[in-house]
């Protein structure tokens, strides 16, 4: 899982989203901040002051009188160079003040996981994740192990490799310029060329190459013992030595479905999951995931399957521009959702993973609401909808932000082109088929 990494003695470090981090000795007597060690600190803040800006998954700043680091609007996992690991979770279970806040956030955030691509394989149902505290990267670690052991149980795959070797014996055909180059005097032997049946296979050692990785990592003396045994199963294959090369080998042919979820989780074991700083030097292993595009991706599935078939769903549409200058079009408009019926536009909806209180005041605060946002919403409505309909801003449904707003915010005075602000639930433990993560009317109906 990582290169190079010694078998260091695992310290497990839980913090949610824009929690502090520090090696500072102040950081133990704070309830606010992490602490961790200084080899940790040290390298996260080296990640941090890169010039990348895919390290904006860190921010260093000073806060209760010590320089640490705040985690952004990230979650997931990253293991630094020492042993440290670092699971960051969903802010939206802290806020609710759950007694089980990590486990409701953990749970949350490998349900919203499975609407990615490459995450659809993830079982949320598993006991080991409902009734155990398990880190995230156990729990990936344990997903992976599982998937190979039902691969094993299927069998592994062989494949004809065409090999080249001088035998004592004629097999397959006989390479003429090898044969005199080598066996001009050893007329007894033949250099020959065929095709060899054997497991060494571009899956296959991709599959002995993750397997290698975590039974090196894991702490979980479940997870120890069958990593093990997979890997005797897998002894005749070799290793990798070219992850990406290997990968564009790869041929899930006919027959071969089980092996789908084993390589989807290899990729993930291999090549991680995160900012481009993280996969610097030292080959740190990371999945962190960006929360905006997660809950996009988690709303935009959701609305698919529950929307009436009349209504289609659109992600990332770019169809429109701010500005026009002579005959170039400036500034792409992107909402997150379009929705249109019978091709005719219907509703442009946005997703923000930010946190709303509606106890806060109306006036003054604004409920939390931010004014780029709206600004932003009014380009949509104007371009997309000709500045009449409907305008939805979807944020993470919380214990101070739990039902829709009672009023329309409009932005104009005939309240043509109106917006509505709604909470979308994100809770592990609502069922789809048992009532609505989002009050579907401000979609599927124009409001009056």
Known sequence: MIKGLKRLKTTNVTVFEYGLLSSSAKAVKKDHVEAITHDAFEYLKKCCLCDESESRFLKLKIAHGMEVLQVQNYAGVFLCPDGTQIEVLPKVAKVNNQESAAKEAQQSLLMMLKSLKQFRHIETEVASIQKQKMPLMEIFISQ?????????????????????????????????????????????????????????????????????????????????????????????????????????????????????????????????????????????????????????????????????????????????????????????????????????????????????????????????????????????????????????????????FDKPFEHSFNYDDDSKLKLWVVPFDVSPNRNDNNGERIDLAFIGINKG
């Open 144 to 400: 992976f192990l599982n998937s190979v052991n039902g691969l094993i149980k299927k069998g592994i795959r062989s494949d004809y490799v065409r090999e080249q070797s001088n035998n004592t014996f004629l097999k397959g055909k006989l390479l003429h310029t090898q044969q005199l180059k080598h066996n001009f005097i050893n007329r007894h032997k033949f250099y020959v060329e065929y095709d060899a049946y054997l497991v060494d296979r571009a899956e296959n050692r991709l599959i002995h190459s993750a397997l290698k990785s975590v039974a090196s990592y894991t702490s979980v003396n479940k997870s120890k013992k069958l990593s093990q045994e997979l890997l005797f199963a897998f002894e005749e294959v070799p290793l990798s030595t070219n992850y990406k090369n290997d990968f564009s080998s790869v041929k899930v042919q006919r027959g071969m479905q089980h092996y789908e979820v084993p390589l989807s989780w290899a990729r993930l074991v291999l090549e991680g999951y995160s900012p481009q700083s993280m996969l610097g030097e030292n080959n740190a292993y990371s999945l962190l995931f960006p929360m905006e595009a997660v809950f996009e991706s988690f709303v935009a599935k959701y609305l698919k399957k529950h929307l009436p078939p009349s209504l289609k769903v659109l992600s990332q549409v770019q169809s429109k521009s701010l500005v026009s200058y002579g005959d170039k079009n400036y500034f792409r408009l992107k909402p997150d959702l379009y929705v249109t019926e019978l091709k005719v536009a219907h509703t442009v909806l946005d997703t923000k993973w930010k946190l709303i209180d509606q106890n806060k005041s109306a006036g003054k605060d604004k409920f939390g609401l931010s004014q780029s946002d709206f600004y932003q919403m009014l380009g949509y409505g104007h371009k997309y909808l000709e500045s009449t309909g409907s305008l939805v801003l979807i944020y993470p449904k919380t214990e101070s």
